[in-house]
């Protein structure tokens, strides 16, 4: 018996409102649901794919990468309910076949996953048959706001905690039109998965964390940081530092991410990337990041935290 499990955030209602709701394709939908409130789905406009690590793999208006194949979103026909929205999302080795996995609100069984940072959790349908699955599924998914972008991830781990499948994708509905001369700053808060793998790895854990970016677009550089760092069971985890240099093109940026703790001997490496959305200003902008780390007190554990997020501008001038 498998298990599912999908975040989505409550701002995901807006892109109900504004992108239309019902039914999205596999592979061809927008994103929709979650937080406190309705789902939707509608497509988006696609951006540059290579702004994500590695290829794009999905078909439609998503863009993903690594091993994901499809999202699809149905609010349930009642917007602001999620008790009955349901999320597909398709995936190799898995779940490939043209249904993909089924999910539905963790608020309605007993998985004991809980809303985070505005996420809002959803678990496999056939949670309730079997509460004690071998495999473990983890998605994230946000909208913006002003429902320009939305972000996500999937990250699958069988029981053995060496294999799976997953990535990140994002749906692009309205792009930031990007001042020529102007510093700004924006703000907001990831949500991730930390997966260990190894003997001595445990169950994917729940992530978050502050996240500000620090935009020149006259010279069209990025640089940023991860503070506030955490697992959902409270044990802090070192800061992350985004690449001081990361340019700006067509739009979006990738560069590189790290942290270290000389303390507790941990070290984190990675990269970490965002578009600019929202039209007039850029005042959003959807991004994530992923890092591997190590741990000093666990040498036989490799550590892959990956998050997404969704930043708004807090000051440009």
């Known amino acids: 018996m ?20 019902g039914d999205s394709d596999l592979g061809g939908g927008g994103g929709g649901g979650g937080g406190d409130g309705g789902g939707g789905g509608g497509g988006g406009t696609g951006t540059d794919a290579t702004v994500l690590p590695g290829s794009d793999t999905c078909e439609g208006a998503f863009v993903c990468n690594e091993t994901l194949l499809a999202v699809s979103y149905n609010d349930g026909g009642t917007p602001g309910d999620l008790t009955d929205d349901i999320v597909q999302i398709q995936g190799t080795p ?29 678990v496999n349908d056939e949670f309730g048959v079997d509460a004690t699955p071998f495999n473990n599924y983890l998605a994230l998914f946000a909208t913006a706001s002003d429902s320009s972008i939305s972000v996500g991830q999937s990250r699958v781990m069988d029981g053995y905690r060496d294999r799976g499948y997953g990535g990140v994708f994002y749906v692009l509905n309205e792009a930031g039109n990007l001042p020529e001369n102007q510093l700004a700053t924006y703000s907001g808060q990831y949500a991730g998965i930390l997966i260990t793998l190894g003997p001595s790895g445990g169950a994917n854990q729940q992530t978050s964390g502050d996240v500000d970016l620090w935009v020149d677009f006259t010279d069209s550089y990025v640089k940023g940081w991860v503070t506030n760092r ?11 530092i985004f690449d001081d240099s990361t340019p700006i093109t067509a739009g979006a940026f990738q560069g590189n991410a790290i942290g ?16 600019f959305a929202g039209g007039e200003g ?25 998050g997404t997020f969704i930043a708004e501008k807090d000051f440009g001038s």
Not at 2 to 21: E, Y
Not at 260 to 270: I, N
Not at 295 to 306: A, R, S
């Open 230 to 240: 955490t697992t959902v069971g409270g044990e802090a985890l070192n800061g992350l």
């Open 260 to 275: 270290f703790d000389a303390d507790d001997g941990e070290e984190w490496s990675g990269t970490y990337w965002g578009v």
């Open 282 to 306: 850029a005042p959003t902008i959807g991004g994530g990041f992923e890092v591997s780390g190590s741990d000093d007190g666990f040498p036989d554990v490799d550590l892959i935290e990956v």
């Open 94 to 122: 898995f779940d490939e076949t043209p249904d993909g996995a089924t999910y539905v609100y963790a608020g309605t069984t007993s998985s004991g996953y809980v809303d985070l940072a505005g996420h809002a959790a959803f």
């Open 2 to 21: 498998k298990f599912h499990i999908l975040l989505a955030t409550t701002s995901m209602l807006a892109l109900a409102a504004c992108g239309g709701s």
